[in-house]
């Protein structure tokens, strides 16, 4: 998840292009959270939606919300959490941030909250007893920027993002570094419900797994640095499922 204003700059002309190509007006509609979208989406009041894969278990739960495609960058499906902490302080491990401030993304966010619960799942841990306080951000680049501005100690994001803002915005992490990294994950799906129809499914599925193979569209994914969209793997979201579930049940 980036932050409102970055997400509408970095898909803003990929949007104008799905809009020609479905022949239909395409609006961007964001909320603060992954919940809110999965909401919308469940009330069809959205007919597609780009999640985090954390969000996708508690779709399938709730309404059986149902994949898409997803981004593949760098030719793989998979993405990582990293562990960020400021460049000039001494952490080295997630247990070196004991009673420390943490930065979380979103409640739902897999590399923004649920692989650091995880992890602390696994130490017999959890984010209110092993920190001294936690804040959402609500994007990943939020999050990195309390980590270089110093308002937390340390803060665990997408290597989606930091990855991006490395090659398009090197400013944004140069007081950060990756202390620890988690994973992989399945990449953030598009997805949408499972009613919604069929014509419309048909057209959106044909736009995004096609949009690589002509060179306007593979100019735009290349700025988003994705290679393309593709139809996912049917295990490609075990992982999280399994991981969310551990979570939910602490």
Not at 71 to 81: D, L, M, Q
Not at 171 to 177: E, L, P
């Amino acid at each position: 998840m980036l932050s409102p204003t970055r997400t509408l700059d970095a898909y803003h002309d990929l949007l104008i292009y799905m809009g020609q190509r479905l022949g239909r007006p395409v609006r961007l509609i964001q909320r603060p959270t992954y919940a809110e979208v999965n909401d919308l989406l469940k009330h069809h009041e959205i007919d597609v939606a780009f999640v985090c894969g954390g969000a996708l278990p508690t779709g399938e739960r709730d309404f059986g919300m149902t994949v898409l495609a997803v981004p593949e960058i760098r030719g793989k499906t998979v993405y990582h959490a990293y562990l960020i902490v400021n460049r000039r302080s001494g952490f080295e491990s997630l247990g070196d941030l004991v009673a420390r401030s943490f930065a979380f993304s979103d409640p739902l966010s897999t590399s923004g909250r649920v692989a650091a619960v995880y992890q602390l799942a696994l130490r017999g841990q959890t984010p209110e007893r092993f920190f001294s306080r936690t804040v959402f951000t609500h994007s990943h680049d939020n999050s990195i920027l309390a980590v270089a501005d110093g308002l937390v100690d340390g803060a665990v994001v997408g290597s989606h993002v930091y990855d991006y803002l490395r090659a398009r915005d090197p400013d944004a992490i140069q007081q950060t570094r990756v202390i620890a990294r988690w994973g992989p994950f399945g990449n953030p799906p598009v997805v949408v419900h499972p009613d919604l129809d069929p014509a419309l499914h048909s057209a959106l599925e044909g736009f995004l797994l096609s949009i690589h193979a002509d060179s306007f569209g593979k100019r735009l994914l290349d700025r988003l640095l994705i290679d393309r969209f593709v139809e996912p793997s049917p295990d490609l979201f075990d992982s999280i499922r399994e991981m969310e579930a551990r979570v939910r049940r602490r």
